[in-house]
């Protein structure tokens, strides 16, 4: 069964503070992605990773940082937290086969900032 | 600039009945469209793409067309069910692969009452 988890789920921190969400796929796929949803917007690309040690930014990367240090863990970092940065944050993985291309999505990380 | 418009913004139906979601795009290239479902508090599950030109594909209760010259494409559901109740979202692809881009629409939050 093909997944993608997100570590916490929830999160309530205060401005100024560090930030660490997490994101695992049992997959073995290369390619991950870390994007924010806010409400009445679609989703926003964050940060890419073609694979270890290998990010892109992507639309909105200012105030993020992320890590690949292994093939299934991708992680999002907010150095020094500000309360605009309060969104739900989801991580996708993505399949290339010869004929699709698929992304699967995490469950979300719900970020409070106060 | 939101290049993927979605209509209407929130829809209300009774259980049983038929309803049609709208997504218009400008988008170019238009490689693929897909539509997800997205239940309250989880993340984007797919339901369908489509690729060619007057696509037409049909899971289930859920059917979708694509007109590609128009930039236009609907999400059908059939005989709605309580469990019909989510955002349905609309992501157009600029490529077929990690290389390219996925636009998302902002969504309609489909509600099914008894």
């Known amino acids: 069964d093909m997944k993608v988890t997100q570590m916490p789920r929830y999160l309530i921190k205060r401005m100024g503070e560090n930030v660490l969400l997490e994101c695992g796929q049992d997959?073995?796929?290369?390619?991950m992605y870390w994007y924010r949803q806010d409400p009445g917007l679609g989703l926003q690309l964050i940060y890419i990773s073609y694979d270890v040690d290998s990010n892109s930014e992507g639309d909105i990367p200012k105030g993020y940082r992320v890590s690949r240090k292994k093939r299934e863990h991708f992680s999002l970092i907010l150095d020094s937290a500000k309360t605009n940065q309060t969104s739900v944050y989801f991580c996708?993985?993505?399949?290339?086969?010869?004929?699709?291309?698929?992304?699967?999505f995490g469950p979300g990380t719900r970020l409070t900032v106060l | 600039k939101t290049q993927v418009e979605q209509s209407p913004q929130s829809l209300v139906v009774r259980q049983g009945e038929n309803c049609v979601l709208q997504c218009n795009y400008s988008v170019t290239p238009d490689n693929h469209l897909r539509w997800f479902k997205q239940d309250t508090g989880k993340g984007l599950v797919s339901l369908t793409v489509l690729v060619h030109e007057n696509d037409k594909t049909s899971n289930g209760r859920y059917s979708a067309t694509l007109d590609k010259d128009a930039k236009h494409s609907t999400l059908h559901i059939t005989a709605t069910l309580l469990d019909d109740t989510a955002t349905y979202i609309c992501v157009v692809g600029d490529r077929g692969s990690a290389l390219g881009r996925l636009h998302f629409g902002a969504g309609t939050q489909l509600i099914v009452i008894p």
């Open positions: 996708a993985s993505s399949f290339e086969g010869l004929s699709s291309y698929e992304q699967y």
């Open positions: 997959m073995s796929h290369e390619t």
